[in-house]
């Protein structure tokens, strides 16, 4: 199996010049594919060294290693934007700047994180923190800056203002 994959490398080198890809120029749907829709990178897998837009149409090929049922991590990547091949990682593109993922914010950490409401699933617990059944926010109290020493603290100073001719 081994000098089949090997045949197979030396092969799938000129991968892009026979598809018709050239460097600078757009993959195929940006790179994406029926799977992966967002994806707007293709995938080298090091098994057969043919590029995948995902690791499914990978497993769908004909690559002995995939039919094989074994699990082979891609090494290398080829951006969607200008075809240019890199090594797998979420960087941005090192030519053209193109992002392969959307940027995601903090974890929701007790709510002080930087999560979007409005990006969150409908059955996410925290999608409709705060809001009422009408989908009104809750008001918050105001009673800590009306009572105690805060309260103090703002009395005095309206009293103050009030003393003074304006």
């Known amino acids: 199996m081994e000098s089949l994959l090997k045949k197979l490398r030396k092969k799938n080198a000129s991968q892009l010049a026979s598809l018709g890809l050239s460097v600078g120029k757009p993959l195929p749907n940006k790179g994406a594919c029926k799977h992966f829709k967002h994806s707007y990178r293709w995938l080298r ?14 497993a769908a090929s004909d690559c002995p290693a995939a039919a094989a049922g074994q699990a082979v991590w891609a090494t290398r990547m080829l951006c969607g934007k200008c075809s240019r091949e890199m090594p797998y990682s979420d960087r941005p593109c090192s030519s053209c700047g193109n992002t392969f993922t959307r940027p995601g914010g903090g974890h929701w950490q007790g709510g002080d994180g930087c999560r979007d409401q409005t990006r969150l699933a409908k059955s996410d617990s925290r999608k409709h923190k705060g809001t009422s059944a009408a989908g009104a926010k809750k008001t918050v109290s105001a009673k800590s800056q009306r009572v105690g020493a805060a309260g103090s603290r703002a009395t005095a100073a309206k009293k103050l203002a009030m003393a003074r001719p304006a």
């Open 45 to 58: 897998f090091p098994c057969c060294g043919r590029a995948h837009p995902c690791a499914t149409c990978h």
